[in-house]
């Protein structure tokens, strides 16, 4: 008997995924969780394993297309069963919709349609939908969903705000916080001003959230940014002598993250603005420190978060690291993983950056950039107060943080207090 391949629900509010890969192709053989399809989410991109064994029998939804979780995407037959030939892709996948749909009629201020109450609202969105429509008091009945069954997006709540600022229409638009009418955001260009040659590729899903979310935090919060020099010897001395024990004791490399991440706890603890969210005019003080650090891919870019990150121990730190690095990298991440960060670190430096000016992370009030670490001649002092000029390894390190939650004088601080305690660092490595 033939065996169904739905496609999965990565999330309680995920409703929909965009099948990105078919690892295998009508006629294989396939074994049991073994990884069968790739997806992308608006949280994560994931293999999905096979849910039995046997030949894939056909494909009903192809590469690049969007479908409502629990649709039927292939089918497997059964060792022994005869597979029928492949049909065509699109006609048993009625709830799909491509990736690239034709632009819509911009939202207006008259609605023809009658409200809906707050039953009908939850089904046509998100809790991150109803979320930003709360922010910047939008009636959900004003929107045009583009979903599968008229269901709203994210990208519907953004574009309702920008044809509202440029229309003037509605006080749902016009009372969004986080928009300025002096400075409305430029509208994305449909084709390059003037021909010219090359090649015309889609966005990826992928690229399409992080593009709207670089847009979203910029239009939200107030960003300045501050930047530290810091002498790392001490740690790096000690990173070169314990570098292999450490790996031979604990099986998992020493690297200088988990230093960056528990020093940046520590300061966090003395100054918690700084860990802190602003919600409808409230500061929120959170009471754990949930560290995203942001996470290279050939893909794109993505921030799995340590939860509870200042109950970890350095071991704890360092095996954490590498493990949701390894597993961003091979799509094994849950969406749960991705969430709830009250703090992110990126590491620009990794790639030869003296420094970079991250863009923070929503609903985060501040980032952390960690630039390369170079050795330069540096001026030191004794402690009889003589100067000297040594070989040192030093790292800029960059603070983006929100002015409006944060004052410039805070942030100065905790940067200050962020460079003593790696400077003067005193912890047990293990």
């Known amino acids: 008997m033939a065996t169904d391949i739905i496609m999965p629900q990565m999330g309680e509010s995920i409703?929909?995924?965009?099948?990105t890969k078919w690892l295998k192709k009508p006629g294989d053989k396939v074994q049991r969780d073994e990884p069968l399809f790739e997806i992308s989410t608006d949280k994560v991109d994931a293999e999905i394993p096979a849910p039995a064994s046997g030949v894939l029998q056909d494909i009903k939804v192809t590469e690049g297309t969007t479908v409502q979780v629990n649709t039927v995407v292939g089918t497997i037959a059964g060792d022994g069963e005869a597979v029928a030939p492949a049909k065509s892709t699109q006609a048993t996948a009625p709830a799909e919709k491509k990736v690239t749909p034709p632009a819509k009629p911009a939202p207006v201020a008259e609605v023809t349609k009658p409200s809906q109450d707050e039953e009908?609202?939850?089904?046509?969105?998100?809790?991150?939908?109803?979320?930003?429509?709360?922010?910047?008091?939008?009636?959900?009945?004003?929107?045009?969903?583009?979903?599968?069954?008229?269901r709203i997006t994210k990208q519907d709540i953004l574009d309702f705000l920008e044809k509202g600022e440029e229309k003037g229409a509605g006080k749902s638009a016009a009372a969004a916080p986080s928009r300025t009418a002096s400075a409305p955001a430029p509208a994305p260009r449909s084709a390059p001003p003037v021909e010219l040659p090359g090649d015309v590729v889609p966005l990826t899903r992928m690229?399409?959230?992080?593009?709207?979310?670089?847009?979203e935090s910029r239009h939200t919060s107030a960003h300045v940014h501050c930047m530290f020099q810091v002498d790392l010897?001490?740690?790096?001395?000690?990173?070169?002598?314990?570098?292999?024990?450490?790996?031979?004791?604990?099986?998992?490399?020493?690297?200088?993250?988990?230093?960056?991440?528990?020093s940046a706890i520590i300061a966090l603890r003395q100054y918690p603005i700084i860990n802190a969210s602003l919600f409808d005019n409230n500061i929120h003080y959170h009471s754990n420190v949930n560290v995203g650090i942001a996470v290279a891919l050939d893909w794109g870019l993505i921030v799995p978060v340590l939860k509870n990150a200042e109950e970890l121990n350095f071991l704890g730190l360092q095996r954490s690291i590498t493990d949701i690095g390894a597993r961003a990298r091979g799509k094994k991440l849950k969406p749960e993983e991705v969430e709830g960060s009250t703090f992110t670190i990126t590491n620009p430096g990794q790639f030869g950056a003296v420094f970079g000016l991250p863009i923070i992370n929503q609903p985060n009030s501040a980032i952390l950039g960690i630039g390369g670490i170079m050795k330069v001649p540096l001026v030191t002092t004794d402690s009889e107060g003589v100067d000297s000029i040594a070989i040192r390894s030093v790292v800029h390190l960059t603070l983006g943080y929100d002015h409006r939650l944060i004052d410039g004088?805070?942030?100065?601080?905790?940067?200050?207090?962020?460079?003593?305690?790696?400077?003067n660092w005193s912890e047990e490595v293990g």
């Open 15 to 19: 409703v929909e995924g965009t099948i």
């Open 120 to 150: 009908d609202d939850q089904a046509r969105s998100s809790p991150l939908v109803r979320k930003m429509a709360h922010e910047h008091n939008i009636d959900l009945a004003q929107v045009e969903g583009s979903g599968l069954g008229g």
């Open 207 to 215: 690229r399409k959230i992080i593009a709207e979310r670089m847009i």
């Open 233 to 262: 010897t001490r740690i790096v001395n000690l990173r070169n002598k314990l570098k292999n024990s450490f790996e031979q004791r604990h099986g998992v490399r020493l690297t200088f993250m988990p230093f960056f991440v528990r």
């Open 409 to 423: 004088a805070v942030a100065d601080q905790f940067m200050a207090f962020l460079k003593k305690t790696m400077e």
